[in-house]
């Protein structure tokens, strides 16, 4: 049977303000008009059955991420004790599938992404899901790229090897980190690559061997966690099990070393909203004639493609400013160049220094 | 006897989101530690007794202005019932200056002015004070310009007629506008203008004659409101008399007219504060290392040359911006180009057609 695993532990330190140790990425209206987890949640319908479907996060975010899936069939839920990276979190969610579904295949995907269509979405992960289940196969879903992009990783694909539901299937020749811009170009021309989506299918058994044989010590870990589920030892185990565990991921453990890989070219609308630039141009169809993006009450005079989101109580007004983001919070308010929205992290990481901690 | 007659009926809508049509420029504390208001009362303490030093505005700002004087003994205040301009308002004051004392001389000064240092001041204070306490004179005080400023008008300075408190005093050639860049630098280079401070001193009789002279309908008003001071229908004609006046400014009904003028040499340190870009100019001792400006709770992460105010609550977080103002309240937050500083004005007149009154 099929099990969704929906990685949600992150904080998303770059969408700051917004986004705070208790109100993570996966939680916020990003994209969409709900909140990413609950529209990550909805793309599974009729794909995965909700009983089915289990949210992995930390214990901070369980109340949140439960708040922000009402009103629907709450899924399951595990909170991780601690970060250990996504090698850890998905033999987590493997040895719960096991427990309760030895062949389970188990597709593993982030919560805070924004794709569509949800139609197309479906088909191309059921043709991965298919794949999975009758091979031992580690199937990724590699996003055709509409353009260079320097931020995201890559999937240099083989030979192709199957097509299901109009969704051709390869070999995968290897992973690609971050290329330079130059590199990107070259990729994007050679159409051999992918981006790597982060969206993973295989049987929970095909996963779990990988990691015992890549990982000896985090599969020991798994397998003493497996058999404290269910029974009155298992919080306690689980954490004395994944407090000594080395950070690492799922790519850098398994992925890059595996031999048996397979991608599915996913041709629906991908991005990882990686930040509040990230945000403009996903929301760039609801641009005026400036360019500009705004939500809640505001005023803009000789102002250009700049996003500005406040709420209707707070006024906020900017004049004579262009590739501006404003994001106005009840506590707190960002204002960054749009070529900086990667450092926003780099100042919740300040506000962490000075503890600042009512502000993260 | 000398009285003092402040003028604090702008509403200063340059320092929007802080100023509003109820928390006028005047009662702001910019540019000291202390709101403009009481800034200017206290300046001239030693030099105009409080009790007779009135604040001339209008009835909305009596309240907040009231507010901002405190702690202190209180001044007069007289309340217009319409703004109708300068003229008006000091032809106002002179009449009541001349029911309570008919040779008094009246040193009329605006609120909303950051002047230095105090003690300097009021030597050329007494200097105008004498001048015009022993002539018939309209004594106006003209500021040295430190740079050829193109937002102030300026004073054309005739020959030398005296020498008060080591303060030069000249025959008035005539007023200008404010001048283009090259025409600012001639004046700079010539030495023979001044800025025109607004800060005036007459008597009370010689500023009333000026404007029976020049504005005879004006003057034939201010008698009718004369005639009912101090008794039941006070408030009643002033209403009546006010309501249909011209509007118009003093240095247009009366300077560019009168033949005896008079100007102090002021070699204080003066600045009328105009926009949020003037505060940055006027803050610019506070300034870190990299130009900022910052009071509240803040956090610059590579920003150049920027204003930022807040208060210990709400934090702003900046990123890759150079000269930018950002100014946060409560309910309203700016963020604008130092360039565009004059536009906040237009900002708020847009506001005023949306009819966003609460942020007025």
């Given at each position: 049977m099929i099990h969704a695993t929906i990685m949600?532990?992150?904080?998303?330190?770059?969408?700051?303000p917004q986004s705070r140790t208790k109100r993570p990425k996966q939680v916020l209206s990003i994209g969409g008009p709900r909140p990413m987890i609950a529209e990550t949640l909805l793309r599974l319908e009729g794909l995965v059955p909700v009983e089915r479907t289990t949210i992995i996060t930390n214990a901070e975010q369980v109340a949140p991420i439960m708040d922000a899936v009402r009103p629907g069939a709450p899924p399951n839920i595990i909170a991780e004790?601690?970060?250990?990276?996504t090698a850890a979190c998905i033999g987590l969610a493997a040895v719960h599938v096991r427990h309760v579904d030895p062949d389970g295949v188990m597709l593993v995907l982030p919560a805070d992404q924004v794709i569509g269509p949800p139609e197309r979405y479906r088909e191309v992960m059921a043709a991965g899901i298919q794949i999975a289940s009758q091979s031992d196969a580690l199937v990724t879903f590699g996003i055709k790229p509409p353009y260079p992009a320097t931020g995201y990783g890559y999937v240099h694909r083989g030979e192709p090897v199957a097509e299901v539901n109009g969704a051709p299937v390869f070999d995968v020749h290897g992973f690609r980190e971050k290329p330079s811009r130059e590199v990107a170009e070259e990729y994007l021309e050679s159409g051999d690559y992918y981006w790597n989506s982060g969206i993973f299918c295989w049987k929970a058994s095909t996963i779990l061997h990988c990691l015992e044989r890549f990982t000896p010590e985090l599969y020991a870990a798994l397998l003493r966690i497996e058999g404290a589920?269910?029974?009155?030892?298992e919080d306690t185990v689980l954490r004395e099990q994944y407090e000594p565990l080395e950070r690492i991921s799922i790519d850098y453990a398994v992925m890059e070393k595996a031999e048996t890989i397979r991608v599915v070219e996913a041709d629906f609308h991908w991005s990882d909203v990686g930040s509040w630039a990230s945000v403009a141009r996903l929301r760039?169809?609801?641009?005026?004639?400036?360019?500009n993006v705004a939500t809640g009450l505001s005023e803009l005079i000789d102002v250009e493609d700049t996003l500005v989101l406040t709420d209707d109580d707070h006024l906020v007004g900017v004049i004579g400013l262009r590739d501006v983001i404003v994001v106005h919070t009840d506590d707190a308010t960002l204002v960054c160049s749009r070529d900086s929205a990667e450092h926003v992290k780099q100042l919740v990481d300040a506000l962490e220094k000075k503890k600042l901690d009512a502000y993260l």
């Amino acid at each position: 049977m099929i099990h969704a695993t929906i990685m949600a532990g992150g904080t998303g330190k770059r969408f700051w303000p917004q986004s705070r140790t208790k109100r993570p990425k996966q939680v916020l209206s990003i994209g969409g008009p709900r909140p990413m987890i609950a529209e990550t949640l909805l793309r599974l319908e009729g794909l995965v059955p909700v009983e089915r479907t289990t949210i992995i996060t930390n214990a901070e975010q369980v109340a949140p991420i439960m708040d922000a899936v009402r009103p629907g069939a709450p899924p399951n839920i595990i909170a991780e004790p601690f970060g250990r990276d996504t090698a850890a979190c998905i033999g987590l969610a493997a040895v719960h599938v096991r427990h309760v579904d030895p062949d389970g295949v188990m597709l593993v995907l982030p919560a805070d992404q924004v794709i569509g269509p949800p139609e197309r979405y479906r088909e191309v992960m059921a043709a991965g899901i298919q794949i999975a289940s009758q091979s031992d196969a580690l199937v990724t879903f590699g996003i055709k790229p509409p353009y260079p992009a320097t931020g995201y990783g890559y999937v240099h694909r083989g030979e192709p090897v199957a097509e299901v539901n109009g969704a051709p299937v390869f070999d995968v020749h290897g992973f690609r980190e971050k290329p330079s811009r130059e590199v990107a170009e070259e990729y994007l021309e050679s159409g051999d690559y992918y981006w790597n989506s982060g969206i993973f299918c295989w049987k929970a058994s095909t996963i779990l061997h990988c990691l015992e044989r890549f990982t000896p010590e985090l599969y020991a870990a798994l397998l003493r966690i497996e058999g404290a589920i269910g029974t009155p030892t298992e919080d306690t185990v689980l954490r004395e099990q994944y407090e000594p565990l080395e950070r690492i991921s799922i790519d850098y453990a398994v992925m890059e070393k595996a031999e048996t890989i397979r991608v599915v070219e996913a041709d629906f609308h991908w991005s990882d909203v990686g930040s509040w630039a990230s945000v403009a141009r996903l929301r760039a169809d609801e641009a005026d004639g400036q360019g500009n993006v705004a939500t809640g009450l505001s005023e803009l005079i000789d102002v250009e493609d700049t996003l500005v989101l406040t709420d209707d109580d707070h006024l906020v007004g900017v004049i004579g400013l262009r590739d501006v983001i404003v994001v106005h919070t009840d506590d707190a308010t960002l204002v960054c160049s749009r070529d900086s929205a990667e450092h926003v992290k780099q100042l919740v990481d300040a506000l962490e220094k000075k503890k600042l901690d009512a502000y993260l």
